[in-house]
């Protein structure tokens, strides 16, 4: 049973500390919530992981069993057996979908799989996802909608068969039917022994994949690490009982505006400086 | 000059015929064909009324100083699939004169300049009627000291009314020795149209490789992937088998990448 360990983990981007010490582990089986107020470090967690170029690890390490993946390119973990469902899967134009699909089937499984073959998972997967199985021969996410970028998210889940997957607010621009199907794929993959590390804002997902247990991070930091009650406590009161509760006072997400906003004179703005 | 009139089906194999064509086309549906286009060749397309013509150009040879003019009348389309794999110095243009109610041009181009290719292709729309409708896609690829520039206007002339006219000229770069040029134009002397126009230039995008190599991929083959993006969705301009050849020549021309 594989485990992916966090230790002490460090991240910057732009040169600006996100993570300041992530330290746990999860293993193939469990539903792990991840939780905690927008722009603490969630998804930063996950793009780290994953190895993403702009999030530097600055200390600590990320293990999968005795795999180091600290220091190995966002391929190679992902042949080591991790997954990351984007929040915002990017569009790629001219890839098509089934193509790019069929590539990442053969790199991380360990015989090339026949034409016949894909075709018959890729069919079954769009069909168990009620997914039109011509977004398969468009355009990689181009032009699809939210819940559509999201399902193909899911479908690429099901084709690559990883040990462990973070899934980003994939139940965003989902609607309440396509939730069951995404949830329904997910508890069957953990029937099967894959482990998952959820990110949401809302408690729908979590009611139906009930997740084994709640982590959460406030200020680039884990505060708690539990039982899934957390999930619906959060849910119902938010998380200012982390400060009365835990003495931990949630800092503010930065104001990212610009200094020229839509109705103002972008040209005197610039000449003050 | 010969005046070609073209059939439902047509292939012409440009080498053996005089460089100076005119075509005629007044079907409801054709498909042209050309291959072997050369240097100096002038060729000229009337689309008459109510006709639509499929132009599928593969080109694969040099290609200095190609003209190509349409001219489009009454409710007449023309929708160009242009591969072009031509090498050394190129300047290929090609002007399309939407002249009546109704006249449409779907212009699709992908081209490859590697090498110490050098290439300059040049599209116009003139929107000559109210009601015309004009479409530009130019993708490309550059690398090693190969010179791409994408340049093209769409005239909306005054009183053409209700006319629409959209550009996209997009240039993957590879190789710091590279120049890519994409300057679509557009020159609009009407009130009451659409026109928009988009450029990109740049080398592969990060996040795009991210995605790509976060499903397992290595660099080489998410570049590839990305790379094949801006050639082959030319393909489907063409039938079976000059797809198969394109592709063998995109993966030949590529296989150092």
Redesign the interface.
Known sequence: MATLKINDLHVQVEGKEILKGISFSISEGETVALLGPNGHGKSTLFNAIMGHPRYKITQGSIYLDDLDLTNLSTDERARAGLFLGLQNPAEVPGVINSDFLRAAVNATSKERISTYKFYKLLDNATKELKMPFDLATRSLNEGFSGGEKKRNEILQLMLLNPKIAMLDEIDSGLDVDAIQTVADVINKLEAQGKGFLVISHYARLFDLIKPTRAIVIVNGKIVLDGDPSLIKRIDQTGYEFIKTELGISIEKEENKMNEVSIGSCAVRESIKK | MNKIIVEENTNLDLSTLDSQLSFECSKSKSNLYLHNLKSDNELSFDVLENSVLYLSIFSDKVLENCKITANLGKKSKIVVYFADFSVSKNKLDATINLNEEGATCEWHLASLSSNNDNKDIVVNIYHNHPSTFGRIDN?GVCKDKGQLTFSGISYINKGCHLSKSHQNA?IVVFDNECVAKAKPILKIDENDIEASHAASVGKV????I??????????E??KM??T??????ILKGFNDSIQNAIDSLIERRLSNV
Do not use: C, Q, V
């Open positions: 993708y997009k995008s990060d996040e795009h991210f995605y790509l190599t976060s499903r397992g991929l290595n660099l083959e998410a992937l990305i094949l993006g801006y050639l082959k969705p």
